[in-house]
């Protein structure tokens, strides 16, 4: 079945950049999304990219896709205490007609001041 | 800013009572979902709706149902709680167009059944 796999922590120190990294197996997906989590919040989705691009950047966030290796990374520049969350990688795809998401375990980020 | 609300942030209940768990969206999105978040384990899906009164099983639907009689709110049902669906319950609302995502999550549902 489709699997989405992440590290379970990072540790940075506050100002340093983070690259958060996720594998991915299903060759189908259209969507790869990443979310923050908040202690005791829902999710927030941060940006997605559509699986015919390579990168998106917004802001301090950047997002590498490699679909060849299905790899997807989240690199967040110049990382603020306020980063500190879990960050979920996800992945969808069309499945009976309607679009499909498989999540990720989550990336802990712990951001040293 | 209200996007996504839950009824309850917490709740207890005992196992074999009925629990509803209550999802509003005030964004006119036609996907609603519910998720179920475990440690390790990330979301898995358990049901969601494209639309007014469809439903559509998710990964783990054993234990659950739903209802959407209205656009904007969607209900999970226990029909009879039990200890290992103590979990945290997350309804998420969508918008999926050519090329563009919207998704909102809400604040979560800490469900323990003792």
């Known amino acids: 079945g489709e699997d989405v796999e992440q590290s379970l922590f990072l540790s940075v120190r506050e100002g340093d950049s983070s690259v958060i990294n996720c594998t991915y197996t299903?060759?189908?997906?259209?969507?790869l999304y990443w979310y923050k989590q908040e202690p005791g919040a829902g999710l927030q989705l941060l940006t997605y990219i559509f699986s015919n691009m390579d990168m998106k950047q917004d802001q301090r966030l950047t997002v590498l896709l490699n679909k060849k290796d299905k790899h997807l990374s989240l690199r967040i520049a110049d990382t603020q205490t306020g980063d500190s969350a879990i960050y979920f990688c996800?992945?969808?795809?069309?499945?009976?007609?309607?679009?499909?998401?498989?999540f990720g375990t989550g990336t802990k980020l712990q951001v040293i001041p | 800013d209200v996007k996504v609300t839950q009824s309850s942030r917490y709740l207890v209940k005992r196992t074999g009572e009925k629990v509803f768990l209550e999802c509003v969206q005030d964004m006119d999105h036609e996907n609603m979902f519910w998720y179920r978040q475990d440690p390790g384990l990330g979301l898995r899906l358990i049901y969601f709706?494209?639309?007014?009164?469809?439903?559509e099983k998710g990964d783990i639907p054993e234990g659950y149902s739903v209802s959407r009689e209205k656009k904007e709110r969607f209900s999970l049902i226990l029909e009879s709680a039990s200890t290992n669906q103590t979990s945290m319950y997350l309804c998420?609302?969508?918008?999926?167009?050519?090329?563009?995502?919207?998704?909102?999550f809400g604040p979560g549902t800490r469900l323990t059944v003792t």
């Open positions: 996800a992945e969808s795809r069309v499945s009976g007609g309607y679009q499909k998401v498989t």
């Open positions: 709706s494209y639309d007014v009164k469809m439903k």
């Open positions: 299903d060759s189908s997906s259209t969507y």
């Open positions: 998420a609302s969508s918008y999926l167009r050519q090329g563009s995502v919207e998704q909102y």
